[in-house]
């Protein structure tokens, strides 16, 4: 094998590694969910995430996670439902006092809806009855 054929292949196997190399997250937004006057009145507060990674190694060469948790002075069981940009993400139910709902497509618990999560801005959550009680910008 002559110097250039070394050199040639050396490189190749080099830049057939580097998405692998180069693996970063494309987005993390996160943001703290304030509370509206009715959400006030029960104590709730919370936090939401979007963040997308992209890599070889993940289904379809990125990994897109949404997360919105809530906290609040309610009974256990209590349904909240969370919004991103007016699309339905999901049921939250809490325990203790907290509830969660973590979406991903690594489990293909994610809406296409919701995809790219790297557009996603506002976040809302709402309690069983509409009523807003807790939003954010990512």
């Known amino acids: 094998m002559t110097s250039k054929q070394l050199k040639a292949t050396l490189v190749g196997f080099a830049v057939a590694l580097t998405p692998i190399l180069q693996a970063h997250a494309d987005c993390r937004h996160r943001?703290?969910?304030?509370?509206?006057?009715?959400?006030?009145?029960?104590?709730?507060?919370g936090?939401?995430?979007?963040?997308?990674?992209?890599?070889?190694?993940?289904?379809?060469?990125?990994?897109e996670d949404f997360k919105v948790q809530v906290e609040a002075y309610v009974d256990?069981?209590?349904?909240?439902?969370?919004y991103a940009d007016g699309l339905f993400a999901g049921t939250l139910e809490t325990a203790l006092g907290v509830a969660e709902i973590e979406l991903?497509?690594?489990?293909?618990?994610?809406?296409?809806e919701l995809r790219p999560v790297c557009n996603l801005s506002v976040v809302e959550v709402t309690d069983e009855n509409g009523t807003l009680i807790a939003f954010g910008n990512l």
């Open 31 to 45: 943001t703290r969910l304030a509370a509206t006057d009715e959400g006030a009145a029960i104590g709730a507060g």
């Open 76 to 82: 256990d069981g209590t349904i909240f439902f969370a």
């Open 47 to 63: 936090n939401a995430e979007a963040r997308q990674q992209t890599s070889p190694i993940y289904y379809g060469g990125a990994r």
């Open 104 to 112: 991903d497509t690594e489990t293909f618990s994610m809406p296409a």
